[in-house]
């Protein structure tokens, strides 16, 4: 099992999710971030001041899946966040040693569904 | 504080009590012999009124920056704050001769920039006349921005505003409250169903198909997704505004105190219909869709008030219910229809405004009383549809003029300058793409929608 964790751009969320939905991938859990890294910051200006904003808004993914699921999974994010652009974000696989279902306590490769 | 310092306090102060009356009298005596003068009255009747509806802009703000996503609202409240400077300016240099002046019976050729005008218009100085004009002209122009919302470019918008100001608005103004020749047929509109009303919502809409539909609002197969509104407080704050100034868009353009009676009625019948129009609207999507929805009936009430705008003067207390309720069922049912043809009014600007300024419009015809000052009885009393046919061919040339005249302003607007923003600047929010400045700073806000 593996739990893929990906930053992407907010505006891409959409055609990330249609993406996920087309292979068959229905689970996934989106929470706000703010995070720098290889984009530059961009300028905003308040009341005549301009400043850089330099932490940027993502959104965080994550989603736990079994060995079968991973590249499918990987492959329809790329897909949907994908711009060529700097700033597309950065996808992380880490292994998932547990999970368990509450419902049912359901543990292992049933769990993740 | 000894005994004698506190005898002399109690003494100064019977006197104020004695001395305050007898200044009260001589004050009251100067104020009711200005008052004597039936002109000095009236403006200050026009002037408030004309306060009322200036007030109509934060309540046109407040509505649409609460029914649009929250990337979107230092955007739209620029276009709400910045349309009236415009407007002001554009009815001050060409809208007020167009609109007023000696002219045709097309439009007026007199009085740029008030020069050359007489002093006194429709019984009230000329400058407090004007005032209560701009801000009627403000409110028909700040209708389109929520048509077009969250997705037109700033530099288009106030390019707009000022030609709509300046040209459309009191062209159509003219024809009916100028002496043009709508007014000559025995056309009706009390206070603007169809000169603010009908031609804001005729604007919207050519403006909203011209932009096409916000990212995301219709799927593939054409069916309508939800873009839910980020504040609904705010925007029933700017309901409540709007009803509010109504009373003085409708109950001031009567220009005249009078004896009281007509303000009374157009007071008493811009409520009635507002209330019913509210009640309706929520009546219709509770049946429809199994929730009151508030947005919904808060629409409904804005519908009842635009419907009795043109007969609020003509008409008796028990129409204004059906007029309200009957425009609260209609906008509900507009704000369905344009879904299914795929226009996207993120506020429903033109089945509010639009839709529901030609049904208050034809109600002059309908429910308008001859012995209420109407030229001819309507429909109900006489049998006799004449008068819906003058208000037909009324609302029907001001909105094919409008069309025409918006059309060909959106379209060169979008050659030269550009009407829409692009995809990613649209996903991203107007606000940091037009402005550089969010609307809720150090909130964090998904803008994944």
């Known amino acids: 099992m593996k739990l893929i964790i990906a930053y992407i751009q907010p505006y891409k969320l959409k055609d990330v999710k249609q993406a996920l939905y087309k ?91 | 504080m000894s005994a004698k310092a506190l005898r002399l306090c109690l003494v100064a102060i019977l006197a104020l009590i004695v001395a305050v009356p007898a200044f009260a009298g001589t004050v009251s005596a100067e104020v009711s012999n200005s008052f004597s003068s039936k002109q000095g009255l009236d403006t200050v009747w026009v002037l408030i009124a004309a306060f009322l509806v200036f007030f109509m802009q934060p309540g046109f703000g407040m509505v649409e920056a609460g029914f649009i996503r929250a990337k979107n609202t230092c955007n739209i409240l620029t276009k709400n704050f910045l349309d009236f400077c415009m407007a002001s300016l554009g009815f001050f240099l060409i809208g007020y001769a167009l609109m007023f002046g000696d002219g045709n019976s097309f439009a007026g050729s007199k009085g740029w920039c008030l020069f050359g005008l007489e002093p006194v218009a429709n019984g009230v100085p000329l400058y407090a006349f004007w005032l209560f004009q701009a801000a009627f002209c403000g409110a028909a122009a700040t209708i389109v921005a929520g048509g077009m919302a969250e997705r037109m470019r700033f530099p288009a918008y106030l390019i707009y505003s000022f030609l709509i100001s300046a040209f459309i608005y009191p ?127 808060m629409n409904g009430a804005l519908a009842g008030l635009v419907a009795i705008t043109a007969p609020c003067a003509y008409v008796e207390p028990w129409a204004a219910l059906i007029i309200g309720a009957i425009a609260g ?41 001859a012995s209420l000052g109407l030229a001819n009885n309507g429909f109900i009393y006489s049998g006799n549809p004449m008068q819906i046919g003058i208000q037909l061919v009324g609302s029907v040339s001001a909105i094919a003029f409008v069309a025409v005249g918006m059309g060909i302003i959106f379209k060169l607007i979008d050659l030269t300058v550009g009407l829409r923003v692009s995809r990613v600047e649209e996903l991203r929010g107007l606000d940091i793409g037009e402005h550089g400045m969010e609307a809720y700073g150090g909130f964090q806000i998904f803008n994944t929608v």
């Not at chain 1, 990987?74 to 292994?95: L, P, S």
């Not at chain 2, 344009?338 to 208050?360: M, S």
Request: hydrophobic residues 45%; neutral net charge; aromatic residues 10%.
């Open chain 1, 23 to 113: 292979a068959q991938v229905y689970k996934v859990s989106v929470t706000n971030a703010l995070g720098c890294g290889e984009q530059q910051g961009y300028e905003e200006s308040y009341r005549g001041i301009k400043f850089e904003v330099n932490l940027l808004k993502k959104v965080r993914l994550e989603i736990a899946v079994n060995e079968n699921f991973v590249e499918k999974t990987i492959d329809a994010i790329i897909e949907g966040a994908k711009t060529g652009q700097i700033g597309d974000g950065k996808i992380f696989v880490v292994d998932l040693p547990e999970c368990v279902r509450i419902r049912t306590g359901e543990r292992g490769m049933k769990a993740i569904g």
């Open chain 2, 171 to 297: 062209v159509v103004g003219h024809w009916v409250w100028g002496g043009g020749w709508l007014a000559n047929m025995g056309f009706a509109d009390f206070a603007g169903s169809t000169v603010v009303h009908t031609v804001g919502g005729v604007a919207a809409l050519v403006g909203t198909s011209m932009l096409k539909p916000r990212e995301g609002k219709f799927a593939i197969d054409g069916k309508a997704n939800v873009i839910a509104g980020h504040n609904i407080p705010l925007a029933s704050l700017g309901v409540f505004i709007l009803w509010f100034s109504w009373f003085g868009f409708n109950a001031g353009s009567t220009l005249s105190v009078g004896d009281g009676s007509l303000i009374g009625r157009v007071a008493i019948n811009t409520n009635l219909a507002a209330a019913l129009g509210g009640i309706a609207a929520m009546a219709t999507v509770w049946k429809r869709f199994g929730k009151p929805d508030l947005s919904m009936a």
């Open chain 2, 329 to 369: 069922y209609i906008v509900v049912r507009g704000v369905e229809l344009l879904d299914k043809l795929q226009i996207d009014d993120p506020v429903g600007a033109f089945p509010v405004h639009g839709i529901c300024g030609i049904w208050g419009t034809l109600c002059v015809g309908i429910f308008g009383k």
